[in-house]
């Protein structure tokens, strides 16, 4: 039994010394420079690297680039076949600490198109970001602009169909909200906290509270690789995409050449741009006179698109009244209700076509909706009254029921008893 023993151990001496013989060998090894290039017996996807950075290894592991084969290397070159940290440190190691070499090392695959082929993804990125706001800054050597990690996160980048995403669609606004909220860098770079302006606007209300997936976020305006501020003369193209009957109401009426000839940015001279208010009617009143005097022209004709408004609106108003007393009674009203929802359609249309600045196209709405309400009212009240009347008539019959009975039992107990 010795024998062999012996044998095992000298085996195992052997095996160590000649592991100990091999690392050095390994250190002078070319780095590796892609997920193809490393070894399959290394089962993590962040290899032996999760063992000195554990918290970078976790966020690494969830990510969309781990569930791909992608491994800490491919972007940091090294190896991470071994815990000696002078190898997995060694030639081709760079630990990203340099800002502006962020946007060409996410693009050295992703605007590889064999790369990017396979998951039918653009390759366009990085050159949208080097047009970009912040890609021109950061050209001109300003490193605290936004580049890919800012956006996308560093180790734990995942798709922006995952609600964990920081470019999931409710979570755009606080993303971008990290610089354009931060209240140091604003008021250095002496630029508006378009941040806190978005959260009080009806959009971020859509989206935030109400869940509306469709509702404008930052990256819907001003794009996403290749942000930018719209150009005067671009706003109404970039609203029209959500709002393409208003663009083209607008394009039909005298606001879009005055505004084009003195340089005056359509859409957000009248709604706001970050902080975009609700619609209300009563703005008719008021709007106008931001830019034309108070007792012109412009203003009075604002006041009139308002009042026939308001008459239409009164109207639906009273309409939707009487429809709940009728439910009272109950009469069937699901023929008003639809024809009132009509109605509001052509309310709605109404305003909307407001921004052509022509009475005569409004009041063809106005018109209609107040007509409905109209009609709808007059049926009701016929119908309440003939239900009153009916009542009345119930009442009287069956007091003419009662006093008929009452003298007919006078008139018995009147007679003689029989024999």
Same mark, same amino acid.
């Given at each position: &039994? ?82 000696? =940290? ?37 390759? @366009? ?36 169909? @995952? ?26 770079? +002496? ?18 509270? +109400? ?8 990256? %819907? ?22 709002? %393409? ?13 005055? &505004? ?8 957000? %001279? ?19 006179? =931001? ?35 009728? @439910? ?5 009203? @699901?023929?008003?209700?639809? +024809? ?7 309310? +709605? ?13 409004? $009041? ?9 309400? $109209? ?45």
């Amino acid at each position: &039994m010795r024998g062999p023993a012996l044998r095992v151990i000298a085996a195992a001496v052997a095996l160590t010394l000649t592991s100990r013989a091999v690392t050095p060998a390994r250190a002078q090894a070319p780095a590796p420079t892609g997920p193809d290039t490393h070894p399959a017996t290394i089962g993590s996807a962040s290899g032996r690297c999760g063992v000195c950075h554990p918290r970078e290894r976790v966020a690494f592991e969830q990510s969309v680039h781990a569930r791909e084969d992608v491994r800490c290397v491919s972007c940091h070159g090294g190896d991470d076949g071994t815990l000696a =940290q002078g190898v997995a440190h060694g030639r081709g190691f760079t630990a990203l600490g340099n800002r502006a070499a962020i946007p060409a090392l996410c693009g050295s695959c992703h605007a590889n198109l064999e790369r990017m082929r396979a998951y039918n993804l653009p390759v @366009d990125q990085l050159a949208l970001y080097q047009t970009s706001g912040h890609g021109m800054r950061l050209r001109n050597g300003d490193t605290r602009v936004a580049v890919c990690s800012d956006c996308h996160g560093a180790h734990d980048i995942l798709p922006p169909s @995952d609600p964990a995403s920081r470019v999931y669609v409710t979570n755009i606004p606080r993303t971008c909200g990290q610089c354009h909220g931060d209240s140091t860098l604003v008021r250095e770079r +002496r630029i508006p906290d378009v941040y806190r302006l978005y959260l009080s606007s009806i959009h971020a209300r859509e989206l935030l509270e +109400r869940g509306n997936l469709r509702a404008p976020t930052c990256v %819907s305006c001003h794009g996403v690789h290749g942000a930018a501020p719209p150009r005067t003369g671009d706003v109404n193209k970039v609203c029209g995409q959500c709002h %393409s009957s208003d663009r083209r109401y607008f394009l039909a009426g005298p606001h879009r050449d005055a &505004m084009a000839a003195d340089n005056i940015t359509e859409c957000v %001279s009248c709604h706001g741009d970050h902080a975009v208010t609700p619609v209300d009617p009563e703005r008719l009143g008021k709007v106008c006179t =931001q830019c034309h005097a108070e007792q012109g022209h412009e203003a009075k004709l604002g006041g009139e698109l308002l009042a026939d408004y308001r008459n239409a609106q009164e109207e639906v108003r009273k309409a939707d009244e009487l429809i709940a007393r009728a @439910d009272q009674v109950p009469i069937q009203t @699901d023929d008003y209700k639809a +024809r009132l929802e009509e109605a509001r359609t052509y309310l +709605r249309e109404a305003l909307t076509a407001t921004h052509s600045v022509e009475p005569e196209l409004v $009041s063809g709405f106005t018109l209609r909706a107040r007509s409905v309400g $109209s009609e709808i009212q007059s049926e009701i009240i016929d119908k309440l009254g003939n239900i009153r009347t009916a009542k009345l008539l119930l009442i009287l019959f069956w007091f003419y029921v009662l006093v008929t009975a009452g003298i007919l039992r006078r008139i018995r107990n009147r007679r003689p008893p029989a024999r």
